[in-house]
């Protein structure tokens, strides 16, 4: 597997992360959810959208790991 398939692979775990958020939003706006019920689903959503952030990073970063003069994060770099 190259890097920009291994991109393109995080590009669409990504989507799926954007799915489940967007599904999340929807859910904690109904009526019937108790407050702790509310409040789990936003601590997911933190996970989540701290998961989707380092994904799309991560993407980036193996789509142009090749690129010269690319600046890598010092975040992803040993």
């Known amino acids: 597997m190259t890097m920009?398939?291994?991109?393109?692979?995080y590009r669409n775990s990504a989507?799926?992360?954007r799915r489940r958020i967007g599904e999340l939003t929807v859910l904690i706006s109904e009526e019937g959810l108790s407050g702790t019920e509310k409040a789990?689903?936003?601590?997911?959503l933190?996970?989540?959208?701290s998961m989707l952030?380092?994904?799309l990073a991560i993407a980036v970063l193996t789509e142009r790991y090749y690129e010269r003069g690319y600046r890598r994060?010092?975040?992803?770099t040993i």
Do not use: G, H, M, P
């Open 73 to 76: 994060s010092v975040r992803f």
């Open 15 to 17: 989507q799926l992360l």
């Open 46 to 49: 933190v996970i989540l959208n």
């Open 4 to 9: 920009k398939q291994l991109s393109a692979e």
């Open 40 to 44: 789990l689903i936003k601590s997911r």
């Open 53 to 55: 952030t380092d994904t």
